[in-house]
Nanobody, 117 residues
């Protein structure tokens, strides 16, 4: 499984970005996919997660501002980020969790999001 994240960049506070994560390879039996972020000096944290059934979970800090979605036909995960704040600045990573006789986790390479005026 390969994950290719894109869509990061520099945006002003209050602005929007949409991240994409294209999955390829043996991507069946997915349990969930998610977005995580890691700011300098901090641990990687969950931002949003979507299960194979479509249930979503969000970090409290992004509820009401971020929306996770998945296009199964395109094998692509999205994160729509609105009302961005400087504290949202981080490297964003996508993750795929699947069960193929055992649990496996795959990570994308990360995309930088910087929120600054």
């Amino acid at each position: 499984v390969q994950l290719q994240a894109s869509g990061g960049g520099l945006v002003q506070p209050g602005g929007s970005l949409r991240l994409s994560c294209a999955a390829s390879g043996s991507i069946d039996s997915i349990n969930y996919m998610g977005w995580y972020r890691q700011a300098p000096g901090k641990q990687r944290e969950l931002v949003a997660l979507i299960t194979n059934g479509g249930s979503t979970t969000y970090a409290d800090s992004v509820k009401g501002r971020f929306t996770i979605s998945r296009d199964n036909a395109k094998n692509t995960l999205y994160l729509q980020m609105n009302s961005l704040k400087p504290e949202d600045s981080a490297v964003y990573y996508c993750r795929l969790n699947q069960y193929v006789g055992e649990l496996r986790n795959y990570w994308g390479q990360g995309t930088q999001v910087t929120v600054s005026s």
